[in-house]
């Protein structure tokens, strides 16, 4: 169990069954139920190891029905090098709890990919990471079994989703699916969900919301009239699966503006330069992976800290979207107004909204 002290509040995460607690602000030696609204350094950094896609050009994603965020059709950036990885490590020792590898393409495609797992080990950080699972064989698996926190395989609806969701069990590797929530994708979710049709093992099905970036386009974002859509957060909320269910913070305001039967604690709304923020792979830190095609946040970590980064205007300003978001909303505390780079997928409709940026 890891245990971080801040300033008026505590964290702690279970390396090996990922639980993660974090206390209230507390005053006078209690808990005063009110969430902080930041941590002092990252406790997760998405790390962008991957430049490029190996199976980008194929247009593997589109043939699935996922348009690529990171927009790995066009892009030929060369992937993290394995001594900026170790920078930026050796600074998150004994501050992050975990990193979730990711970037343009499948972090188990990585040409250094052990080796990054090694030294996330050697510093003390459980690594995690999403596949599309083409690339995945008896080898990467043992890799994930000896070195990751979890894996996850995006729901890309094909022979090799299902043959990497098999091996990964086969290897007792701790295994989500990860699936984005269109307009074109959100009734087969409902489907599912009614007719138990996801694998049986996997330990959670993770929604994460399509945004229109990278290749994303804007028709296929959902609405909060999206009758599917209340249908499957209406399914959710009542009905109980062998498997746990998550959603991205992306999704927190249409959770909350959909259902009260969520627990409110249970949800945490969007943790972009709250909690975690992303790193590319040519080591620009920025909020969230999000903002990698604009780059509107970004500080260069090759002259700045990571701790600098954290403190810097860039991620000041992206706080102060949070900060000043929807005065006059009841759901405010918990919402925060929601996504600042993609304003456009916030599933609310309130007459209190008022724009992020
Ligand atoms: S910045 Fe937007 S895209 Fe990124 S995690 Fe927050 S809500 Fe999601
Ligand atoms: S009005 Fe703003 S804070 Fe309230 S639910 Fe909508 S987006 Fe969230």
């Not at 343009?104 to 596949?131: A, W």
């Not at 600098?308 to 992206?318: P, V």
């Not at 706080?319 to 000043?324: D, E, H, S, V």
Request: charged letters at 25%; hydrophobic letters at 35%; one cysteine or more.
């Amino acid at each position: 169990m890891k245990y971080r002290k801040e300033k008026d509040f505590f964290s702690m995460f279970n390396e090996k069954t990922g639980q993660y607690l974090r206390s209230g602000i507390i005053c006078n030696g209690k808990d005063t139920g009110k969430d902080p609204f930041m941590a002092s350094f990252p406790e997760l950094l998405d790390i962008g190891i991957m430049g490029h896609c190996a199976h980008g050009k194929s247009g593997l994603c589109i043939k699935a029905g996922v348009e690529c965020y990171q927009n790995g059709l066009n892009s030929n950036a060369p992937n993290m090098a394995l001594e900026d990885f170790e920078t930026i490590a050796e600074q998150c020792k004994g501050n992050t709890y975990q990193f979730a590898l990711g970037g343009c393409g499948d972090p188990d495609q990585h040409e250094s990919f052990e080796n990054i797992l090694e030294i996330c080990r050697k510093y003390d950080i459980v690594p995690n990471f999403t596949t599309s699972g083409l690339g995945m064989n008896d080898e990467i698996a043992d890799l994930c079994k000896k070195y990751c926190g979890a894996v996850a395989v995006s729901w890309y609806r094909s022979e090799y989703t299902l043959a990497a969701i098999n091996t990964l069990l086969n290897h007792e590797v701790k295994t989500n699916i990860h699936y984005v929530l269109s307009k074109d994708t959100v009734s087969e979710a409902v489907d599912r969900m009614e007719n138990d049709g996801f694998p049986h093992g996997v330990n959670a099905i993770v929604f994460l919301l399509h945004k229109p970036v990278g290749l994303g386009r804007r028709e296929k974002d959902i609405s909060i009239d999206d009758s599917d859509f209340k249908k499957l957060v209406a399914l959710i909320a009542n009905k109980k699966y062998p498997y746990r269910i998550g959603f991205d913070s992306c999704t927190v305001p249409g959770l909350l503006n959909l259902s009260n039967s969520f627990d409110v604690d249970s949800l945490d709304t969007c943790e972009g330069a709250r909690w975690s923020a992303y790193i590319s792979a040519d080591m620009k830190m920025m909020p969230c992976s999000f903002d990698n095609q604009k780059q509107k946040w970004a500080v260069d970590l090759r002259k700045n800290t990571i701790k600098e980064a954290w403190y810097s205007s860039e991620f000041e300003s992206f706080r102060n979207c949070f900060r000043c978001a929807c005065p006059n909303c009841d759901k405010r505390d918990a919402c925060m107004g929601g996504c600042p780079i993609v304003p456009e997928v916030v599933l609310c409709n309130r007459e209190e909204r008022t724009k992020a940026v």
